[in-house]
Nanobody
Framework: QVQLVESGGGLVQAGGSLRLSCAASGSIFSINAMGWYRQAPGKQRELVADITSGGSTNYLDSVKGRFTISRDNAKNTVYLQMNSLKPEDTAVYYC???????????????????WGQGTQVTVSS
């Protein structure tokens, strides 16, 4: 059906930048919302940012002004530009795609809540 593959995580010093990418593959017709979540050790997974196919965005308060989410609908790819990184941004970052229309044989079906495998972001102080 639909697969999500993330890239771009790594180790960076506080104040540095990273850019995450997530490409969705499969027989995709369209994707409504794409987003980034993160989960730090011992904490619940939280929404970092998401973006609709029309470009509307939503951010976690603690990343506003530092992170920017964008997407390329033609490539079914979402990006997260992370600037001024802080140690508290350290987590596994997961890509999510929700409300996906995809081809299944001669028909089009809708699937929900697809996840990538996660990419580690570590910010050292």
């Amino acid at each position: 059906q639909v697969q999500l593959v993330e890239s771009g995580g790594g180790l960076v010093q506080a104040g540095g930048s990273l850019r995450l990418s997530c490409a969705a593959s499969g027989s995709i017709f369209s994707i409504n919302a794409m987003g980034w979540y993160r989960q730090a050790p011992g904490k619940q997974r939280e929404l970092v940012a998401d973006i609709t196919s029309g470009g509307s965005t939503n951010y976690l308060d603690s990343v506003k002004g530092r992170f920017t989410i964008s997407r390329d609908n033609a490539k079914n790819t979402v990006y997260l530009q992370m600037n001024s990184l802080k140690p508290e941004d350290t987590a596994v970052y997961y890509c999510n795609a929700d409300s996906v229309l995809y081809y299944s044989g001669a028909s089009v079906k809708r699937g929900y809540d697809y996840w990538g495998q996660g990419t580690q972001v570590t910010v050292s102080s």
